[in-house]
């Protein structure tokens, strides 16, 4: 069964991009994603995570999230059954690529399909998928001689 509603507004409620960066090189930019509903879950819940940047699909294999001060492959997260998401806690996507993200305006779009694990009966349970959008301004880096 699957429904498509929840609290989808709140995924990207705090619509920031920033690159990221060690040692002043660019590895890759992140952004953070709140779970949208009204009480939290844990990691293995999550059956699918699709970010979507301008218009382009990210390829999962470059997506780290992190959460609880760990960070994690999106493959992992099916197993992850002792990882819990509170409502009120940010995960942190990162998307590595070499060159960061350059600035200006961007848009964020976010596919989350997650299973409520409460609604179980005889194997069968409620998917949900939510969708979150926005737009996010990357400021430029200040140059220096």
Known sequence: MALDFQYDELMLANC???NQKADGLAYGF????RYPSYR?????CIEALHVT????LQDPAALRFALNGKQFLISELPVLCKEYWFVLD????TVMRDTGIPAGEHCIEVELVHRIPYTGYFGEYLTLTSLGKCAAR????????
Do not use: K, Q, W, Y
């Not at 939290?40 to 293995?44: K, Q, R, V």
């Not at 940047?53 to 382009?56: H, L, M, P, S």
């Open 40 to 44: 939290g879950t844990f990691l293995s």
């Open 30 to 33: 992140a952004f953070t994603l």
């Open 53 to 56: 940047i301008d218009g382009v």
């Open 16 to 18: 920031t991009l920033r």
């Open 90 to 93: 940010d995960a942190e996507i």
């Open 138 to 145: 990357v400021a430029s880096e200040p140059e220096f001689c």
